[in-house]
């Protein structure tokens, strides 16, 4: 009796002391009369308000998932609990309860007076520590919906601290074996299998698990080098820089992706596809984030250096495409512009890197590149286009909505056409040409099948490209080589 008692006073005065005069600022949305059903229902409706006024959920949550066991003890813990509280029909006690609801009535201003809404009566039941029958709550309507909302909300915090908790463990807990749906994260590719756990954010930084990035940023400059090659090299492109630029495109789509995740964490926290990513799930943060960025820079930096002056100039250039290309999807409606700007200067950069200077090959090739980008990357902005309205975010996937299929038409047309004309004009002969042809064929394919409201088959899309890369680098091959 006396220990029911204490605890009744403590929770009583904890109560009071933490929620003060100004309850509606601690808990926006509820109604005045809501509190002391909170304090009447049981232990379960106290730990729930504990959890509104405060307490670090995503902190329990983490303590709580560090072990599978712990876990599971807290699972079952916790299911026992409510189920001895459903038994007793409360949860500390009668008298504990009473004394709870009359401090929250004096600080509600009802000291002395009846509770606010009805409460039912129990028949006594045998515990070693209730003596008069419980006061349990029978809520109306109005404030029942809202502690339901309150508890909605809670259950859904605590199901996202277990799923980034979970994300970059190297065995993850049972819950956790699936990854969300929409993710574009893979949890059973070769970086989740063999990579060392501490390595693998960086990994996912970098996106060197998903290389198609890679490979769309690398390819119009082997074209361009491949373009260029010089009469004394039988007609082969210059293999030392067709691996520098290979590291290049790798460090500098790392340094890119990484910073484009520091500035969108927020947007990507409340995007499907993205919200497992390294950042916005908290596998690392943003210092060690921006740490990586600047040894990959300086990755970049120190291969630069070792290309033709007018090569060095166009990469010190495009820093400023990089640094501003995040910010693009916030003021137009049209990011995937830049994003061509971006991931096609290798065609101005390697054409330079063999002749140091600029030519209208180059600049053809570009121009097509930019082309090419606008399809393939407003047919990757369709998995997003949902969520991208609810955070409000821009894309020419949603600029152009029901008319992307003509425009996807457009964009390959024109970019095919500038590539033939930038082989002609590189002197290229039948097999640039057969070869481009083939690569049209493919982008056909694309814009005639793509399934727009598919994320999936969208993405299946997407990385065709790779086989409109290596036609076409074949193919400026081939024709030095004829």
């Known amino acids: 009796m006396v220990a029911a008692l204490m605890h009744g006073v403590h929770r009583a005065f904890e109560i009071g002391q933490r929620v003060g005069e100004n309850r509606t600022a601690v808990l926006p949305g509820f109604d005045r009369d809501a509190l002391p059903f909170f304090v009447a229902g049981g232990g379960e409706a106290r730990r729930q308000l504990g959890l509104v006024l405060g307490q670090n959920v995503d902190g329990e949550m983490r303590a709580a998932l560090e072990n599978r066991q ?45 509770p606010a809404e009805r409460v039912a009566e129990l028949p006594p039941i045998q515990c070693r520590h209730v003596v008069d029958p419980p006061l349990v ?33 190297g065995r993850m807990t049972d819950s956790a074996a699936t990854p969300p749906d929409g993710t574009d994260i893979s ?38 080098i491949a373009l260029a090659a010089a009469p004394g090299s039988g007609g082969w492109p210059d293999w030392r820089l067709m691996a520098l630029f290979a590291l290049g495109a790798v460090v ?26 390294p950042l916005p799930s908290g596998a690392v943060g943003v ?13 970049g930096a120190a291969i630069l250096l070792s290309l033709t002056p007018t090569a060095i100039a166009l990469g010190v250039f495009v820093l400023l495409l990089v640094a501003t290309y995040p910010l693009m999807k916030r003021i137009t409606y049209w990011p995937q512009f830049f994003l061509g700007l971006n991931f096609n200067w290798g065609a101005l950069m390697g054409w330079a890197a063999v002749t140091d200077n600029v030519a209208a090959p180059a600049l053809l090739l570009y121009a097509g590149g930019i082309c090419w980008t606008l399809g393939y990357d407003t047919i990757y902005a369709h998995q ?14 949603l600029a152009l909505g029901g008319r992307t299929r003509p425009f996807l038409f457009l964009f390959y047309a024109a970019a095919v056409a500038l590539w033939a004309v ?13 070869a481009l042809a083939l ?22 899309k997407f990385r065709s490209n790779r086989w409109v890369g290596w036609l076409l680098l074949g193919g400026a091959v081939a024709a030095h080589l004829a």
Not at 439 to 460: F, H, I, K, M, S
Request: aromatic share 6%; charged share 30%.
């Open 70 to 114: 712990a876990l599971r003890l807290a699972v079952e813990a916790e299911e026992h609990e409510r189920r001895v509280e459903r038994h007793r029909g409360e949860g500390v006690g009668g008298e504990a309860d009473e004394i709870a609801l009359g401090a929250a009535r004096r600080d509600d201003g009802h000291a002395g007076g009846e």
């Open 137 to 169: 709550p029978v809520m109306p309507n109005t404030v029942r919906q809202r502690v339901l909302g309150c508890q909605r909300t809670l259950r859904g915090r605590e199901q996202d601290a277990a799923t980034r908790l979970s994300r970059y463990n």
């Open 187 to 224: 949890r059973d590719d070769w970086a989740a299998r063999h990579a060392p756990a501490v390595l693998l954010p960086y990994i996912r930084l970098a996106r060197l698990d998903r290389p198609i990035g890679t490979w769309l940023l690398l390819f119009p400059g082997w074209w361009s």
């Open 252 to 277: 500098m789509r790392g340094a890119g992706c990484t910073l484009n995740d520091i500035i969108d964490r927020d947007f990507d926290a409340r995007v499907a596809r993205t919200r497992t990513r």
């Open 287 to 299: 210092p060690q984030a921006a740490c990586f960025m600047a040894l990959l820079l300086a990755i």
């Open 384 to 397: 997003d286009k949902e969520d991208d309205v609810l955070v409000g975010v821009k894309s020419s996937a």
């Open 422 to 434: 930038s082989g002609a004009a590189a002197g290229l002969g039948r097999p640039f040409h057969l």
């Open 439 to 460: 690569a049209a064929l493919q982008l056909l394919w694309q814009a005639a099948r793509v399934r727009l409201d598919d994320p999936r088959d969208c993405l299946a």
